[in-house]
């Protein structure tokens, strides 16, 4: 794509790694938790995943690798997972990590904000409701061991457990703190906590007894700036060593001479989308939604708006995506097509529609977003009415299903098209658990679940690529474009992962593998 | 004269309960028109119906509404502000986190008003109808209308990213050089307003006759604006200054921003936003006071400067 700079490795560069040093991060918001079975949102797993380890983490390349689970082993029938964890971790409050503690932290998070993380685990669904004693599917064999019995098999498995949701906390310190485990976490992580003054900055320091050793920086402060103007600025100063590039400035950093080797744009799991609720008419009408999708041309928000910083999509799933497809199409721009179909359904030049309202939430490029939809669907006959409201008041309407035609992105939680394509569309989610366009189609829900219950392999990919396929002919969700990172990462700052679950500014790459050349 | 201060305070105190009152069903009414549920406000992009169910009847969001507000009443009596929905502990504690950095900034920022407002008016009323005069009022209305967003980075760019003089944002651990650029920029807007009413007024004594007695002593013209006039001239600019400094410690959520200084005004807007009732609550019920109290000490003031509103309660 046009001025892309993908960089799938990250500058591990021969030289020895130095130790010391302060990392002066950066988030746009305060981390609402440092809780891992409270948290929803980026900016609280960025420090999660410093604090805390889970069984299993994910590479730049997103492969699957241990972590507190030395090993793994996956029976026959690939619902009983064995894990076995490394003897002698310590928690940064001391005490030893054994089995009891995943029973106990993955039964603690499954009551937590993020249950869907679980329910796959035998006995999980019954638990969560408050129905059961514990989650019978999770067995500790002895002090190192434990058996993950699965109702049915469920090959992305291993990511959730690579999730932070499912990170290890010891049971003491969490039963001690309650709920302010919340602002005094403790892990087995590579960094502790030392502070958190809200709103202002949250302060770790390296771990020493850290079970891969101590990690090269001394500490890492994350800052909390909500301006991205200032972010920069402080960047600048040189207050800031990792930053975000400011919306609209990408070309220009990355042309800008000191700047142009800091600014770094790497593609990541996330679709921007305009979605419609496929229950409300007109949008009931298939070749209402057609026409529509028809209408729009992303690359003219891509290539002027974007600065051409992020790559216009094709298909639902992005590029970055394990199982992604090259050959999957959404409905091509063909304003010829959209006429025909607006007169097949009634409304010859878009005479007798119903006004049309097109919700977004607050944000200037949502905004300028929207005003482009609105010109390209002129071009048909379609007025746009555009709705904006704060996320608060848009995720409402959207999720019971009020806005007809809206805007909502998807961005992964790790890196299987499950994550994406039965979240989204499978009639089982409806509504708030993700599937906002309501869609329900029997075919797509039966290649959901014949996928999701498959192991590994091309046949399981090629069932999401038929379901995709079909929902985009359906036209109910036309993607825009993909998301992408862009980072400002100053040059002695070593061995930051650029992996595609990692985005600017909250980096959720591991902190441990960084270190400063200087 | 003790007495005159009690009944001072005491009618203020009184005039709290029905303006709480007020102004918390107020809010609490706009909440409840507003659109936007709390739960699923804090689930982020994959809310579990079952979640959002949970998190409602954990916080009685599930009850109707006169009940969740007599609840709230309820708490409040016991002096309990309750727990945040999105951070999950005591308002108070919220709010006391915040308080540090807003009282440090209003203070601050009302400082940089009074020195400067109160000199460059003063400047100007001395030398009336002079390109001087033009100049202190053309700045001071400037300082009035320039927005808080731009000057704080124009500030930013100058002293902080060009000159390297001062830091570019956040708290520090609340030295003054963090402070300076926030302050300046926060305290512009009321520099202009009490600069103006400081000329305004002292041009006013000036013309009063012990005002030009003092000066057919022959008593030099600094001497008379400083010793005579100004006294006198205070009133209107302490209302103001009372008034500006209540304005500036209920938070300053643009400055606040630019600066990413950790004020209540940020969390405000932020609360607002996620819909976390309690919190904003919280907030109002704390500016209604922090109000309230501001035009008390106005009134103080007043007893202090001038001995007349002293007397007039007395007769």
């Known amino acids: 794509m046009i001025g892309f700079a993908v960089a799938l490795l990250s500058s591990t560069a021969a030289a020895e790694p130095k130790r010391g040093g302060t990392l002066h991060a950066v988030f746009g918001s305060d981390p609402p938790t440092l809780d891992p079975a409270q948290a929803t949102d980026t900016t609280s797993s960025a420090v999660i995943r410093q604090i805390f380890d889970g069984l299993l983490e994910l590479d730049e390349r997103l492969r699957v690798t241990g972590a507190l689970a030395r090993s793994w082993t996956l029976s026959p029938d690939h619902r009983v997972y064995t894990f076995h964890l490394r003897s002698g971790v310590k928690f940064q409050a001391g005490r030893e990590v054994v089995a009891s503690d995943v029973k106990y932290s993955f039964e603690r998070a499954a009551r937590g904000k993020r249950p869907w993380v679980f329910e796959k685990i035998r006995g999980a669904p019954t638990f969560i409701r408050g129905q059961a004693a514990d989650i019978a599917g999770i067995r500790t064999v002895d002090e190192h061991t434990v058996e993950i019995t699965l109702d049915r098999p469920f090959a992305p498995f ?60 001394d500490r890492t402060i994350f800052r909390i700036i909500p301006a991205e103007g200032t972010r920069f600025n402080e960047y600048r100063t040189g207050s800031l060593d990792i930053s975000d590039i400011p919306t609209g400035h990408c070309r220009a950093a990355q042309k800008d001479p000191p700047l142009r080797d800091q600014a ?36 003219v928000a891509v290539n002027g708006l974007l600065e ?28 010829e097509r959209a006429r025909q179909l607006l007169a097949s359904a009634g409304f010859p030049g878009g005479r007798g529609l119903p006004s049309i309202a097109f919700h977004f939430n607050t944000g200037d490029l949502n905004q300028r977003i929207a005003e482009l939809l609105q010109a390209q669907l002129r071009e048909i006959g379609i007025p746009l009415q555009l709705r904006r409201l704060d996320w608060a008041a848009h995720i409402k309407l959207v999720d019971d299903g009020t806005a007809g035609f809206f ?38 829900d039966r290649l959901f679940d014949e996928a999701d219950a498959m192991p590994v392999g091309p046949g399981r990919f090629d069932r999401y690529t038929e379901a995709e396929q079909v929902v985009l002919d359906d036209a109910v969700w036309v993607s825009l474009y993909h998301y992408s990172s862009r980072a400002l990462i100053k040059p002695y700052v070593k061995g930051l992962e650029r992996s595609p679950l990692s985005s600017a500014p909250e980096f959720l790459a591991p902190l441990r593998k960084v270190w400063l050349d200087r | 004269m003790l007495s005159e201060w009690g009944s001072a305070i005491g009618r203020r105190l009184l005039a709290l309960a029905p303006v709480l009152l007020g102004i918390t069903l107020l ?91 109160m000199s460059a008016g003063a400047l100007a009323a001395a030398r009336p109808g002079t390109a001087l005069d033009h100049a202190l009022v053309g700045a001071a209305v400037l300082g009035i209308s320039t927005p808080v967003f731009w000057l704080g980075m124009m500030l930013s760019l100058v002293f902080a990213v060009s000159l390297g003089w001062l830091p570019v944002s956040g708290y520090g651990d609340g030295d003054l050089g963090h402070l300076v650029l926030p302050a300046l920029t926060l305290g512009a807007l ?24 003092a000066r057919a002593k022959g008593l030099g013209e600094w001497a008379v604006l400083g010793k005579h006039a100004l006294r006198n001239a205070l009133i209107p600019v302490v209302t103001v200054i009372g008034i500006g400094l209540a304005d500036l410690l209920v938070g300053a959520p643009l ?38 109290l501001g035009n008390l000490l106005v009134d103080l003031a007043y007893l202090v400067i001038d001995p007349r509103t002293r007397a007039g309660a007395a007769e």
């Open chain 1, 264 to 299: 770094v744009v790497w593609p990541i799991l996330g679709t921007h989308a305009v979605r419609f609720n496929v229950e409300r008419p007109p949008f009931n009408d298939r070749r209402i939604r057609q026409a529509i999708a028809h209408a729009i041309d992303p690359t």
């Open chain 2, 190 to 213: 009321h520099t202009g307003t009490v600069a103006r009413m400081t000329r305004s007024s002292l041009l006013e004594v000036v013309r009063l006759d012990y005002v030009q007695a």
């Open chain 2, 255 to 292: 400055t606040e921003t630019v600066f990413a200084w950790p004020g209540l005004g940020r969390m405000l807007v932020a609360a607002v936003g996620q819909r976390d009732l309690p919190v904003v609550m919280g907030a109002v019920l704390i500016f209604a006071v922090v109000y309230v």
């Open chain 2, 27 to 117: 809010v609490f009414v706009l909440n409840a028109v507003a659109l936007g549920d709390p739960a699923r406000a804090a689930l982020g992009q994959r809310a579990d119906p079952e979640v959002v169910r949970q998190i409602r009847e954990q916080y009685a969001l599930d009850r109707p509404l006169p009940v969740q507000y007599v609840m709230w009443m309820r708490r409040l009596a016991r002096g309990d502000l309750g727990h945040s929905y999105h951070q999950q502990r005591p308002v108070t504690e919220i709010i006391a986190d915040r308080l540090p950095p807003t009282v440090h900034l209003a203070l601050a920022a009302t400082l940089v008003s009074i020195v400067l407002g």
């Open chain 1, 308 to 335: 051409g910083c992020v790559t216009p999509a094709r298909g639902v799933l992005p590029p970055a995506m394990p199982g992604f497809s090259p050959h999957v199409r959404r409905l091509p721009l063909d304003r």
């Open chain 1, 407 to 444: 805007r909502q992105g998807w961005i992964a939680d790790y890196p299987d098209p499950e994550n994406f394509l039965t979240v989204l569309f499978h009639s089982r989610n409806v509504g708030a658990a993700g599937n906002t366009s309501r869609y329900r189609n029997p075919a797509v």
């Open chain 1, 158 to 217: 291993v990511y959730l457990m690579a999730y932070d949701a499912a990170s290890i906390v010891p049971r003491e310190e969490a039963e001690k703190r309650g709920a302010a485990f919340a602002s005094h976490p403790v892990g087995t992580g590579a960094f502790r906590f030392v502070s958190w003054r809200r709103d202002d900055q949250v302060v770790l320091e390296g771990f020493p007894e850290h079970f891969r050793g101590a990690p090269y920086l």
